[in-house]
């Protein structure tokens, strides 16, 4: 299989990821009395910083910005495919950190949260390994010959 299909899975398993994110996590609601009593008391608003805020505004706005970001990842993902049909091989370093990055994420998910994000993050950097390993340089000749204008391909 080339870099082209392991990045595309990758990508939507990112958007799913952010969807299911938003859905359950940021707007989710407590599952039980004792999580509705701790979600009362992070409604209470404090000063920050010249601004009134509370613990829910913080669980918010940051919930969402991994919704955010993990849309930037799947978008950025996409790209990356598009981008390995011409030249895998250069890919490699950015395909490592999103790999990496998505184990780093599974690692924060397991300590921290649940199985589900663990899940999803291990498939996205096992996606992106393969990538990684199937970003080979031969597979930029055949696109290496189309970049080149004939005239100069001929000489």
Same mark, same amino acid.
């Given at each position: 299989m080339?870099?082209?299909?392991f990045?595309?899975?990758?990508s939507?398993l990112?958007l799913i990821?952010?969807?299911?994110?938003?859905?359950?996590?940021?707007?989710?609601k407590?599952?039980?009395a004792a999580a509705?009593?701790?979600?009362?008391?992070?409604?209470?608003?404090?000063? &920050? =910083?010249?601004?009134?805020?509370?613990?829910?505004?913080?669980y918010l706005g940051?919930?969402l910005? $991994?919704?955010? !970001? %993990? +849309?930037?990842?799947?978008a950025?993902?996409?790209?990356l495919?598009?981008?390995a049909r011409?030249?895998?091989?250069r890919?490699r370093?950015?395909?490592a950190i999103?790999?990496l990055?998505?184990?780093a994420f599974?690692f924060d998910s397991? &300590? =921290?949260f649940?199985?589900?994000?663990v899940?999803t993050?291990?498939?996205?950097a096992?996606?992106? $390994?393969a990538a !990684? %390993? +199937?970003?080979?340089?031969?597979?930029t000749a055949?696109?290496?010959?189309?970049?080149v204008p004939?005239?100069?391909?001929?000489?």
């Amino acid at each position: 299989m080339k870099p082209v299909l392991f990045l595309r899975i990758a990508s939507v398993l990112a958007l799913i990821h952010s969807v299911l994110h938003t859905v359950g996590g940021v707007f989710g609601k407590p599952v039980n009395a004792a999580a509705t009593a701790v979600a009362a008391h992070m409604r209470t608003p404090f000063p &920050v =910083l010249g601004v009134t805020r509370s613990y829910s505004d913080f669980y918010l706005g940051m919930g969402l910005a $991994v919704t955010i !970001f %993990l +849309t930037m990842d799947a978008a950025l993902l996409w790209a990356l495919s598009s981008m390995a049909r011409r030249d895998p091989v250069r890919l490699r370093p950015l395909i490592a950190i999103f790999a990496l990055g998505y184990l780093a994420f599974a690692f924060d998910s397991y &300590v =921290l949260f649940f199985a589900f994000p663990v899940i999803t993050e291990l498939l996205i950097a096992v996606c992106l $390994v393969a990538a !990684f %390993l +199937t970003a080979k340089p031969g597979d930029t000749a055949e696109s290496n010959s189309s970049m080149v204008p004939e005239e100069t391909a001929r000489t």
